[in-house]
C-alpha cells in the first residue's frame, strides 16, 4: 500500500481554525477546569463546616494573588461553559447549523463569558466594600 | 440448542461506552439543570463576597440556599463524571487503564458530593 500523503484520521492540525473550533476546544478545557474548580468549592465548604479558624486560613488562601487569579480563570471558564453549554443544547435540537449563525453564536459565547465575568467580579469588589 | 437471544440482545452493551443514549441524554438534562443552578452559585457568592466565617455560615444556614447549594453539588459532581467520562472514552483506550478511570472518576464525584453535601447540612443543622 502506497503511503499517500493524506491524514488518517481527522486530527486537530489539518484544519483551518475558527470560532466554531476554538469554542468546542474550549468546551471540553473549561468543562474540565471546573472540575477542578468543584473540588475547590467543596474544600471551601468543608472548611466552612470545621469553624472559623481553619476557614479563615481557607479563605487567606482564597483571598491571595494567587487565589484570586485562579477564582477569577475559574468564573471565565464557568461563565464560557455556561454559554457554549446553552449554544450545545440548541444545537443538540438541530439548531445554529448554517455556517453564519453557527460562527456567531461561537463568537458570542467568547464576548458573553468575558462580560459576565467582569459583572460577577464588579460585583463581588462592590460586595466587599473596596468599589 | 437453539439460540433464542434476539440480534439486539447480543449487542446491547457492547458499544465503547458500554451504554447506549442514556449518558448523552442524562448529560442534557443535567446541563439544563445547571442554568438555574449556576446563576445562583456566581450571584448568590459575588454578593455575599467579604463576609466573615458567620455570615457566610448564615447565608448557608437558610433553608433555600441549603437546598439549593446541594443540588448544586450533586448536579455539578453528576454532571462532571459524564462530561470526563467521554474524555476519559475519548483519550483512554487500553482497557485497563479505562477501568482505573471509570472507578476514579465515579469513586471521585461522589466522594465530593458526599463531602460537600454533608458540609452544607452540617451547617443548617448547627453542628
Redesign the interface.
Known amino acids: 500500500m502506497s503511503k499517500a500523503n493524506r491524514p488518517l484520521s481527522p486530527h486537530l492540525q489539518v484544519y483551518r481554525w475558527g470560532a466554531h473550533m476554538a469554542v468546542s476546544i474550549m468546551h471540553?478545557a473549561t468543562?474540565?477546569a471546573?472540575?477542578f474548580g468543584?473540588?475547590i468549592?467543596?474544600w471551601w465548604?468543608?472548611a466552612?463546616?470545621t469553624?472559623?479558624e481553619y476557614?479563615?486560613l481557607v479563605q487567606g488562601y482564597f483571598g491571595s494573588i494567587i487565589g484570586r487569579l485562579i477564582l477569577f480563570g475559574l468564573?471565565l471558564a464557568?461563565?464560557q461553559h455556561?454559554a457554549s453549554?446553552?449554544r450545545?443544547?440548541f444545537m443538540?435540537a438541530g439548531k445554529l447549523y448554517s455556517l453564519g449563525r453557527n460562527s456567531a453564536t461561537a463568537k458570542f459565547t467568547f464576548v458573553f463569558s468575558v462580560i459576565s465575568t467582569l459583572l460577577?467580579?464588579y460585583?463581588?469588589?462592590r460586595?466587599?466594600?473596596?468599589l | 440448542m437453539t439460540d433464542m437471544n434476539t440480534p439486539l440482545s447480543k449487542v446491547r452493551g457492547l458499544g465503547s461506552a458500554k451504554s447506549g443514549t442514556h449518558h448523552w441524554f442524562i448529560h442534557r438534562i443535567t446541563a439544563v439543570a445547571q442554568i438555574p443552578l449556576v446563576i445562583f452559585f456566581v450571584v448568590s457568592m459575588a454578593r455575599n463576597m467579604g463576609g466573615d466565617h458567620a455570615s457566610w455560615a448564615a447565608w448557608l444556614g437558610q433553608p433555600l440556599v441549603a437546598v439549593l447549594m446541594a443540588l448544586f453539588i450533586a448536579n455539578s459532581c453528576y454532571h462532571m463524571r459524564l462530561g470526563l467520562m467521554t474524555v476519559v472514552e475519548d483519550y483512554v483506550h487500553e482497557k485497563g487503564n479505562r477501568l482505573l478511570a471509570t472507578l476514579t472518576l465515579t469513586f471521585g464525584t461522589i466522594l465530593l458530593a458526599a463531602f460537600g453535601i454533608f458540609s452544607i447540612l452540617r451547617i443548617s443543622f448547627g453542628g
Open positions: 471540553r468543562g474540565a471546573l472540575a468543584t473540588i468549592l467543596v465548604l468543608v466552612l463546616a469553624g472559623p476557614f479563615s468564573t464557568l461563565m455556561l453549554g446553552i450545545h443544547l443538540d460577577i467580579w460585583m463581588a469588589y460586595a466587599m466594600g473596596a
